[in-house]
């Protein structure tokens, strides 16, 4: 239960596992002594404690900073993953502004998987990523969506102008990829000064999806991803890919991991077929390895 | 200091003074049935509204939302019915910062009414005053120190609210955007300059707040 054989193959996990089993002795101990008096939750806990005891030394822990557009798809990924690794893959979702900023400021991240080359572009420049292991994987594109219920009647990109939106969900404007690439969009079509002064910008291109689901917002610019996991929210009109900024989604492995071998592994794993499948599923493009940064 | 940056002060010392007297009539209601009327579910409406100062800003934040959405059941009334909304618009925030900042003013005022003599109004009563001139003409003269006391607790609250009025009226530039709201989306931006700016402003208006209620207490203790 304590000392299975995958725990001794690591050179130190040997050394803990003496430890562990003296220590779990005296637990056991404990747990015999306490039986008489309290036979439920303690004795339990003191069986389980050696367990939680062996997770940390097997394996390393990668931490992922990933645009929250990525949350399904990664976790999934994340799952397949750990089944063929001992490494746990933990996350943190946000808009890859926030992350980037996080990670300017010595978050302990171990790979970062941005929604826009811009701010992975930014931490190359400041030496916070290991370089060679950049690598561009995702693209995706671009949907103005409504509530599936009672959803304002939106058929083409201009009636986003038109008195039927009064407010349009963005993720911010001005920093998160998700609501650059719409501004980007809505410049290019014309229609941004028409629309600016209805804009509700949210924390992350999932903030803009809530507005949108909640009704509180008439009509809102997600990611055809991001559309898709909702079932509260329908896509009233796809914006086609050759309208928007060139969407891409570059992940590399963190300057300042502790763990540059397990995360280098993970993000190999993310560019793999079986991944590349998930992501498929979800309604990413995969980009061809090789295609340039 | 930018003209969007003044804008972000004022929006946010407006809103916060306007939900100050906003909770006004109905905090000093219920402060002066806390303190001298007993009624079954007394305890429920106290804890009910020192909930906000316990719960976490973003719940609270988040009760409101349900509430007030468009779909929520006040809010889906006030679109429907009157075309009026609140999340996501300057209402959104005074509703937020007057939810928050309620506990403090009813607090306050509750010791403050506590602390009236209720001889005095016996008095008052027996020379043939009525229930509400007893407590226009009593009452309130002598609790008064503790009400505005507890109306600048409000204020000061209302000021650095940030949890609940993100959830609410979210961070729109010249719209819902308030002094905390706009202090993190800089640091967000990495634009701390102007974060420091709106810092400075925010502790001098603190600042301000409080010193002021430390003289306004002095002065009227000074009083016979």
């Known amino acids: 239960m304590y000392n299975d054989d995958k725990s001794t193959s690591y050179g130190n996990a040997e050394i803990g596992a003496g430890f562990r089993h003296r220590f779990v002795v005296v637990l056991h101990r404990a747990a015999l002594v306490n039986s008489s008096m309290n036979k439920g939750i303690l004795g339990l806990l003191t069986w389980l404690a050696p367990l939680a005891l062996a997770l940390p030394l097997r394996a390393a822990e990668v931490t992922v900073f990933a645009a929250a557009s990525l949350t399904e798809s990664l976790q999934e990924i994340a799952a397949s993953y750990e089944t063929q690794s001992a490494d746990r893959i933990l996350f943190n979702f946000s808009a890859s502004s926030t992350l980037a900023r996080q990670i300017e400021e010595g978050a302990p991240a171990d790979v970062f998987f941005s929604a826009d080359e811009a701010k992975m572009d930014r931490l190359e420049t400041k030496g916070l990523i290991l370089r060679k292991t950049r690598k561009s994987i995702l693209s995706n594109s671009l949907v103005i969506v409504v509530a599936a219920d009672r959803g304002a009647a939106i058929e083409r990109p201009g009636d986003l102008a038109t008195d039927r939106v009064k407010r349009l969900a963005l993720a911010e404007p001005n920093t998160v990829p998700a609501g650059i690439y719409a501004k980007e969009y809505l410049r290019k079509e014309g229609l941004w000064s028409a629309v600016e002064g209805k804009v509700v910008p949210m924390e992350n291109v999932r903030g803009a999806l809530a507005a949108v689901e909640s009704g509180n917002a008439e009509a809102g610019i997600v990611y055809k991803t991001d559309a898709a996991v909702s079932r509260t929210v329908k896509i009233a009109c796809q914006i086609p890919a050759a309208d928007t900024p060139d969407i891409r989604y570059p992940a590399a492995v963190v300057a300042g991991s502790k763990q540059t071998g397990a995360a280098t592994a993970f993000l190999e794993f993310l560019a793999s077929e079986k991944a590349g499948n998930v992501f498929g599923k979800r309604g990413f493009v995969v980009l061809k390895p090789g295609s340039p940064p | 200091m930018t003209a969007a940056e003044w804008q972000i002060v004022w929006f946010t010392a407006w809103v916060a003074a306007l939900s100050s007297l906003a909770i006004l009539p109905a905090g000093l209601a219920a402060a002066w049935l806390l303190a001298r009327r007993d009624w079954p579910g007394k305890s429920v409406l106290e804890t009910l509204i ?44 005074l509703l937020a910062l007057s939810v928050m900042s309620m506990p403090l003013l009813v607090r306050s005022a509750r010791v403050a009414f506590e602390e009236v003599d209720p001889r005095l109004e016996q008095i008052a009563r027996t020379l043939g005053a009525g229930n509400l001139r007893v407590f226009y003409t009593i009452t309130l003269p002598l609790a008064a120190r503790g009400i505005i006391g507890g109306m600048i607790l409000a204020f000061a609250r209302a000021l650095g609210e940030f949890g609940a009025t993100i959830m609410v009226a979210g961070n729109i530039p010249g719209r819902t955007s308030t002094l905390s709201l706009a202090i993190y989306q800089n640091v967000q931006l990495g634009d701390d300059a102007h974060a420091f700016r709106l810092l400075g402003v925010s502790v001098a208006l603190a600042f301000i707040a409080v010193w002021g209620s430390e003289l306004l207490l002095r002065t009227s203790r000074q009083k016979p």
């Open chain 2, 50 to 93: 020192s909930l906000p100062l316990v719960l976490p800003p973003v719940a609270t934040g988040l009760i409101l939302l349900q509430l007030f959405g468009r779909r929520g059941a006040i809010g889906g009334f006030l679109h429907d019915r009157l075309d009026l909304d609140v999340v996501f618009t300057w209402r959104g925030v």
